[in-house]
């Protein structure tokens, strides 16, 4: 029998979106809540991010006057994850049914524990959204713009997000058109008069993922949820088959502390972590990940160490990069999604061949590039592009039109030629099958339909292309001189893989029986989208979902909150 130094009813590890989403649920029923987080932070990767969770039949989407459904919802994932069948023992049908039907719960409950939320963007449609079940509008939801100096002393301990000013994400989305539409332009002057109010108020506001972790803690701590930061956790305690606490540090010291009810894992995943990823999904660079710096994956050998098994471990949720001068040291490294989704422009492998529809997901964006690369050179890619293009849109993170970094020539990353045919020989491309594959692609744009890879055909390549183009929003012809082409690689925003887990959020064992006391949420475990990411949120809505189920079977509570 181990002799605990302290002991309360829920331990979580790590400080992620549904570590307090558990959290709550436990404060709700009257338990003891600790919070071990590892870094001098509070909110996880999860405050870095954009803080978009993916949750169907939401409050915001009847609202609005949206027809949603779980039945919809259910259909749409089924559909999704048959896109690829490969072994994904993270999800099942039980598990997708538990998702769609308790996600609207749990935002119900955290905007009932005064969490303010709201939908995300009129528009931003799931990701498959030409599936049955596929939403042409959106599931989206985020938190609200939050004023940090609400925080107090834990204001300077809630780790910075992406976004330096304060912009809705739709608002932040709709300012590279500022200068083509009265949309871009009415965004453009709301966040500058946002910008100087809160300068002459004094408040500190912040958006995004920043947003959603603030406000978590906030009603965390008002809720007597018990955050400790710099207390890594190096092991799970297991007697008699289950799991009855944890080891962390205290004053520098091993500190045992017991979990009458149960432990919740939610420690991140292990992309920072180069070796995990040389042995599971080789070919990517923990260099080139966005997440945090302790995402090293302890966790995740802790629980099979324990019995637990692993699974999806070569998925990652992609983030396709362009890596600039001076990359290292920038969060977030520019993105390029939207670079090659865009009008006049395409992605190209080492061949000078296109391989896929550029206004795909970002999940299978930077999937399809690895397994691109496994039978001809695809990372790099290169994204090739006129310059109607860089006078119209956004290029790694700069305004549309305008001088670029004389560094972007000088240092041989903005590739520039007269003709196909010479930028071409600047990329080390065959002249012959670059210029064949722009003319195919011209003549693509000139019938209207992407005969190769359907892209501008659904309402997702309509969103990341321009909606103030057209015919076709994603379609454009590369041929206004000069050409231009840079760098694209598979970068991410966190791994994808983790411990299998049952409907009620606990860890398995191969045989298919829990570990006793043992619950997972998040990146640490086996995604219950299976091998697909089927729209924006999509990693984050399961974290706080799965932390709201599990908080509720550990304390017996099921629907009684």
């Known amino acids: 029998m181990t002799a605990f130094d302290e002991t309360l009813d829920w331990v979580v590890v790590g400080n992620g979106a549904g570590s307090m989403s558990s959290a709550l649920v436990m404060r709700k029923a009257g338990k003891s809540v600790v919070i071990l987080e590892k870094s001098a932070w509070a909110g996880g990767t999860t405050a870095k991010s954009g803080g978009v969770m993916w949750i169907p039949n939401n409050r915001f989407m009847r609202a609005a006057g949206d027809t949603d459904s779980a039945e919809a919802a259910i259909t749409y994932l089924d559909a999704a994850a048959a896109t690829d069948p490969g072994e994904a023992p993270g999800t099942s049908r039980e598990r997708r049914l538990a998702y769609v039907q308790e996600a609207p719960k749990m935002i119900d409950f955290l905007v009932d524990q005064g969490v303010k939320m709201e939908r995300t963007a ?48 739709d608002e932040g989305m709709k300012l590279p058109y500022f200068k083509k539409s009265w949309v871009g332009k009415k965004a453009f002057l709301k966040v500058i008069l946002r910008t100087i109010g809160t300068r002459l108020t004094g408040k500190k506001v912040v958006s995004a993922g920043a947003a959603l972790q603030g406000r978590m803690l906030l009603a965390g701590l008002k809720a007597g949820v018990d955050v400790r930061l710099k207390s890594p956790v190096s092991e799970l305690i297991i007697e008699n088959g289950a799991v009855t606490g944890v080891v962390t540090v205290e004053d520098g010291k091993p500190w045992r502390i017991g979990a009458r009810l149960g ?44 019995g637990g098994v692993l699974a999806q471990m070569d998925q990652m949720v992609g983030y396709q990069t362009t890596l600039t001068p001076g990359w290292e040291t920038m969060f977030p490294t ?6 090659t989704g865009k009008p006049h422009a395409i992605l190209v492998d080492q061949s000078g061949v296109r391989y896929m529809n550029e206004g ?35 290029l790694a993170g700069t305004m549309p039109g305008g001088k670029k970094p004389d560094a972007w020539t000088e240092q041989g990353y903005l590739k520039k030629a007269d003709s196909i045919e010479a930028l071409a020989a600047l990329v080390a491309v065959d002249p012959a099958a670059l210029k064949g594959t722009v003319e195919r692609w011209n003549g693509f744009v000139e019938k209207g339909v ?33 050409f ?20 009620h959020g606990r860890v398995v064992r191969a045989d298919g029986s829990p570990i006793g006391g043992l619950y997972a949420t998040g990146v640490s475990t086996a995604s219950v989208m299976g091998n697909v990411y089927p729209g924006a949120g999509a990693s984050i809505g399961p974290s706080l979902t799965f932390g709201y189920i599990a908080a509720k079977h550990a304390a017996g509570v099921g629907n009684q909150l």
């Open 122 to 169: 009129d528009f931003w449609p799931d990701y498959y959204d030409e599936l049955p079940g596929g939403c042409k509008t959106t599931r989206c939801v985020s938190a609200q713009l939050f004023d940090t100096n609400e925080l107090g002393e834990w204001q300077a301990k809630l780790r910075p997000g992406f976004l330096a000013v304060p912009a809705r994400l």
């Open 263 to 306: 432990v919740l894992v939610n420690a991140g995943g292990f992309a920072r972590n180069q070796a995990m990823r040389d042995r599971y999904m080789p070919g990517t660079k923990a260099e080139w990940s966005q997440t945090n710096e302790g995402d090293m994956g302890e966790m995740h050998v802790e629980m099979q160490r324990i």
């Open 334 to 339: 520019p993105p390029a999604q939207s670079l």
């Open 360 to 394: 795909g997901s970002y999940e299978l964006y930077c999937e399809t590039m690895l397994k691109r690369n496994r039978t001809v050179p695809a990372i790099p890619s290169w994204a090739v592009f006129d310059s109607t293009y860089l006078e119209q849109y956004m």
């Open 450 to 482: 992407d005969e190769d890879f359907h892209r501008g055909e659904r309402a997702y390549d309509s969103w990341l292309g321009d909606p103030y183009h057209g015919p076709n929003k994603a379609l454009g012809k590369i041929e206004t001189g000069p």
């Open 484 to 503: 231009y082409a840079v760098n694209v690689v598979p970068g991410d925003v966190s791994t994808y893989g983790g411990a299998v887990t049952d409907l």
